[in-house]
């Protein structure tokens, strides 16, 4: 095997998304060639209060300016490319300048879904993934069909990732409420959730595998470690 490039992480916005990055391409990589040679991660965790106020002030040319920052501590810092480990962040992706290319979790969930056939999908997340329109724009230009929660679902899925998955709670109810929303989103011709929140797997991981759900996160991050290992 070619020399593994060094994977960057832009992290922190949760400590609990960050992990799975970080876990599932070392046991990706583990899981295919039986040894511990997995790439080199380096990971930037910001301070997530501060990006969390500015996305609530609107506030996005100062999250990009950040977000550029971190992506150059980790040129610095040698990585070959890097991955932004949350999805509502990309929204302003396509306005930051990086030395090193940034792996676009559209780019994975789009390749992904019509490999697979999938062309109409649901998707959730935090309130600004599911109703400022980037992401599902993102996702219509790359040819896919794309429907939302309504307002007070969006309302109940954004309450639950920000008062409880981003502090590491998962509560039974909470895991209902989404569950019923799901069925919903089926009800009205989705093809399949889009987990368009890398906390939300939170919710359904024990029963991921029987459930008809498109995980970012671990798609991203398998992605990452393709790239990673020239796969």
Known sequence: MQKPLTIGIVGGMSPESTAIYYQHIVRRHQLEFHNHSYPPIIITSVS????IDWQHE???QKIAQGLEQEFGRLATAGADFAVLATNTMHKVLPSIESSIPVLSILDVV???CRRNGLMTIALTGTRFTMSDGFYSRGLESRRL???TPTESQQAEIHRIIYEELIAGRVLPASIDAFMQIARDLYARGAQTILLGCTELVMLVEDNLASLNM???TRLHAEAAWRKAVGR
């Open 48 to 51: 997530f209060q501060q990006y």
């Open 58 to 60: 609107e506030a996005w």
């Open 110 to 112: 789009a390749d992904h």
């Open 145 to 147: 069909n794309v429907i």
């Open 214 to 216: 498109i995980d970012s």
